[in-house]
């Protein structure tokens, strides 16, 4: 089964810095991957998927996340954080085997952004 | 587009009752998938059905049950509540095909069930 780490269960930022959430997963063989935001007392919200084409991916709210096979990562950054960006982040996979329809979560990483 | 619709919000029960929820998936869609969120183990996959069939299932007991109809959408049953299914379920639909880069899932804003 895949497994999917995200280091720090919170982050902090200032407005305007860089944030970085990280993401490390667990195959022999590159999966699909998937970074998702959620509100408070909301659902999941996709940010952006890697599937196997570029390994730079740009998502919404100017959010990107880049693919490193050798490392097993699929770091989420986002160059200038706004308030509006406070929300917890999960970064999930999907197998390419036999586990059509399921995804893989990380624990996620709640971000605060700090006036 | 609609987006992914579930019905009720909110729900509060006490144990031993039954409770089902409902999921209304993307227009064209018909995969729908359930996860139950809590603070302590995080997002779990409960089950996946596509063209009403069950295709994928995870680790919970008999207690928690689905179906899917043919117009796709789906409901879930939890019989005999205990405290711990007190959470937040998210179901998510998607097409459901065999192309996994077209295969992605999106999430309705979840029914959250308290189970006094």
């Known amino acids: 089964a895949q497994s999917v780490t995200q280091l720090g269960s919170h982050v902090s930022v200032s407005e305007g810095a860089l944030v970085l959430l990280r993401c490390n997963y667990s195959s022999s063989v590159p999966p699909y991957l998937f970074w998702y935001v959620q509100y408070p007392n909301q659902g999941l919200q996709l940010l952006l998927k890697y599937t196997s084409a570029a390994t730079l991916v740009k998502g919404i709210n100017g959010f990107e996340a880049e693919f490193k096979k050798s490392e097993t990562s699929f770091h989420l950054t986002k160059p200038s954080a706004h308030m509006s960006d406070a929300a917890e982040y999960f970064c999930a996979v999907s197998d390419r085997g036999s586990t059509l329809g399921r995804l893989y979560f990380g624990r996620g990483t709640q971000l605060t952004v700090w006036p | 587009k609609a987006g992914v619709t579930q019905t009720p919000r909110y729900l509060i029960k006490t144990r031993g009752q039954q409770v089902t929820l409902s999921c209304s998936p993307i227009?064209?869609?018909?995969?729908v998938s359930w996860y139950q969120q809590t603070p302590g183990q995080g997002l779990q996959f409960l089950f996946e059905?596509?063209?009403?069939?069950?295709?994928n299932k995870g680790n919970f007991p008999g207690r928690f049950s689905g179906r899917q109809f043919s117009n796709s959408r789906s409901e879930m049953n939890v019989s005999t509540l205990e405290l711990g299914d007190s959470a937040l379920y998210l179901c998510a639909s998607s097409l459901g095909g065999t192309d996994l880069a077209k295969n992605i899932q999106y999430f309705g804003a979840g029914t959250r069930l308290s189970v006094l």
């Open positions: 227009s064209g869609h018909r995969s």
């Open positions: 059905y596509f063209s009403e069939t069950q295709r």
